[in-house]
C-alpha cells in the first residue's frame, strides 16, 4: 500500500498532544475532521492505532510499531524535501557564465565586483566548446557566456559589449614575419591559415579576416580543435592564425611569436545573454558590466589627455 504521510503527521500530532482538539487546533483542522482522517489511515492499515478512551489519548501496541518507523518516515521525508529546497536556494544564489579558452580579467572583475553586491552569491566559470558559445545561453546551459564574433544565430539573445580586443596573428618563431612590432593584413596573404571544422564557417572566416581588402584569396590549411593544437599546428610551421589579443596573456609556446595586426577590426568581446531574462541575478550581471565598461572608458580617457 502507498502510505499517505500527511495522515500520518496527523496522527503524530495527535499523539503528541495526547487531544484531539489540542491536535486539530495545531494543524488548523476541525476535531471532528481530524478523528476521520486518523479513522482512514486505521482503515488502510487494518489496525486501530489509537486509544480513544485513554486520557490523554495514547497509541495502541499497533500505533506503537507503527509510529516508530513511521517517525523515522516523517523525518526522512522532511530531509528529502529540505535537500530539494537547498538546491533550489542553491540555483537561485549561482550564476553559471560560459567561456571559451579563456574568460579573461574583464569578466573576473564583473563576478568580483557582482559578489559584492550579492552575499553568498556562487558564479561557475563553464568552459564551452567553440560552436556553443551563444546556443549556450539559449538553451539554458549556462545563464550567460562571454562570446566573440560571428554569432551564427543571434535570436533572443542581448549582446553587451564588455570590451574591444585587438587581434594578433599567431607565427612560428621562425616566419620571416616574426621580428616584426606590427604586420598589415596584406602582410599576411598567401599565408595559409588553420581552419576549425567544429566552429562555423562564418566563425573561420571572420577570425582569418576573409575576404581581405586586397581581394587576395585565403588560403585554408589543417584544422585543429583546442588552443594547444593550435599553437603546436603554428609552431609546426603549418599555417597561421589570426586572433584575440587575449591568447598572448593565457597561452604561451616557446616556439611561437603574436605580432599586433594593424588594420585588422577589432573583436567586440560581448556578454550574451538570453533577451526575456530578467532574473535578478542576470540584471545584476548586465548592470555590474555596464558600470565597469564605463568606467574603464573613463579611465582610458583620462589616461589620453595625461598623455
Given at each position: 500500500m502507498d502510505l499517505n504521510l500527511h495522515l500520518v503527521r496527523y496522527l503524530v500530532a495527535v499523539v503528541d498532544e495526547g487531544h484531539f482538539g489540542r491536535a486539530a487546533d495545531r494543524l488548523y483542522v476541525s476535531a471532528p475532521a481530524l478523528s476521520q482522517q486518523i479513522r482512514k489511515l486505521e482503515r488502510s492499515l487494518g489496525a486501530d492505532l489509537l486509544d480513544r478512551s485513554a486520557h490523554?489519548?495514547?497509541?495502541?501496541?499497533?500505533?506503537?510499531?507503527?509510529?516508530?518507523?513511521?517517525?523515522?518516515?516523517?523525518?526522512?521525508?522532511?530531509?528529502?524535501?529540505?535537500?530539494?529546497?537547498?538546491?533550489?536556494r542553491e540555483l537561485a544564489a549561482t550564476l553559471r557564465i560560459g567561456f571559451m579558452n579563456a574568460a579573461g580579467p574583464r569578466i573576473r572583475r564583473v563576478t568580483d565586483e557582482l559578489r559584492r553586491e550579492v552575499p553568498g552569491l556562487s558564479v561557475r566559470l563553464i568552459e564551452l566548446p567553440w560552436p556553443q558559445q551563444a546556443s549556450a545561453v539559449r538553451d539554458g546551459t549556462v545563464d550567460a557566456s562571454v562570446v566573440r564574433p560571428p554569432i551564427a544565430d543571434p535570436t533572443g539573445l542581448r549582446l553587451d559589449v564588455l570590451?574591444?580586443?585587438?587581434?594578433?596573428?599567431?607565427?612560428?618563431?621562425?616566419?620571416?614575419?616574426?621580428?616584426?612590432?606590427?604586420?598589415?593584413?596584406?602582410?599576411?596573404?598567401?599565408?595559409?591559415?588553420?581552419?576549425?571544422?567544429?566552429?562555423?564557417?562564418?566563425?573561420v572566416r571572420w577570425w582569418a579576416c576573409d575576404p581581405r581588402p586586397s581581394g587576395v584569396p585565403?588560403?585554408?590549411?589543417?584544422?585543429?580543435?583546442?588552443?594547444?593544437?593550435?599553437?603546436?599546428?603554428?609552431?609546426?610551421?603549418?599555417?597561421?592564425?589570426?586572433?584575440?589579443?587575449?591568447?598572448?596573456?593565457?597561452?604561451?609556446?616557446?616556439?611561437?611569436?603574436?605580432?599586433?595586426?594593424?588594420?585588422?577590426?577589432?573583436?567586440?568581446?560581448?556578454?550574451?545573454?538570453?533577451?526575456d531574462d530578467a532574473s535578478p541575478l542576470v540584471t545584476a550581471l548586465r548592470r555590474t558590466a555596464g558600470e565597469l565598461r564605463t568606467a574603464s572608458g573613463q579611465e582610458a580617457q583620462r589616461a589620453s589627455k595625461i598623455r
Open positions: 490523554p489519548v495514547r497509541p495502541t501496541s499497533a500505533g506503537r510499531r507503527f509510529l516508530a518507523e513511521a517517525r523515522d518516515a516523517l523525518a526522512a521525508a522532511d530531509r528529502a524535501v529540505a535537500a530539494v529546497e537547498a538546491y533550489r570590451h574591444e580586443e585587438p587581434r594578433v596573428v599567431a607565427l612560428p618563431g621562425t616566419h620571416r614575419l616574426a621580428g616584426r612590432e606590427s604586420v598589415g593584413l596584406a602582410d599576411l596573404d598567401g599565408e595559409t591559415h588553420l581552419a576549425a571544422d567544429e566552429a562555423d564557417p562564418a566563425w585565403v588560403r585554408y590549411g589543417p584544422s585543429v580543435r583546442t588552443m594547444d593544437e593550435m599553437l603546436e599546428a603554428v609552431a609546426a610551421d603549418q599555417g597561421i592564425v589570426i586572433t584575440g589579443s587575449f591568447v598572448t596573456e593565457g597561452y604561451r609556446h616557446p616556439e611561437v611569436v603574436f605580432v599586433p595586426v594593424s588594420d585588422a577590426e577589432p573583436c567586440p568581446v560581448s556578454l550574451c545573454t538570453r533577451a
